[in-house]
């Protein structure tokens, strides 16, 4: 594991716990989950995947409001996290576990009308 993992690691730790205790927006669901971060080499930049629960209009409702914040989530980690530049955060939806989901959903969807088949 590389410095920018370890790192990504560290902040995908305190933003998530960050979210979870200190934001306190109307917009933001309950089950929000930072699903991993990618830090760019020069730790200029941090991309944060979010996996939110609920329809298309509260993940983008969640979305501006995690993006509003971003300033001080950013602050928050400069405070908990010492390092020379603290990262600009850019928050980005995460559908793989949706995605995931609907997959799994087709397969057994498949598999149970290919096991009812046989059963006639």
Do not use: C, N, W
């Not at 917009?27 to 995947?49: G, I, Q």
């Amino acid at each position: 594991m590389d410095r920018t993992d370890r790192i990504s690691e560290e902040i995908k730790k305190e933003i998530s716990q960050i979210i979870r205790e200190s934001i306190k927006d109307p917009r933001l669901p309950e089950f929000v989950s930072v699903t991993a971060v990618r830090v760019t080499k020069d730790l200029r930049y941090a991309r944060v995947y979010v996996s939110i629960y609920g329809d298309e209009e509260k993940k983008k409702a969640a979305i501006a409001a995690l993006t509003s914040a971003s300033g001080f989530i950013r602050r928050e980690i400069g405070q908990r996290i010492s390092l020379r530049y603290t990262p600009e955060i850019q928050f980005k939806l995460d559908e793989s576990i949706e995605h995931g989901m609907h997959i799994s959903k087709l397969i057994e969807e498949t598999m149970g009308g290919s096991g009812k088949d046989s059963d006639s």
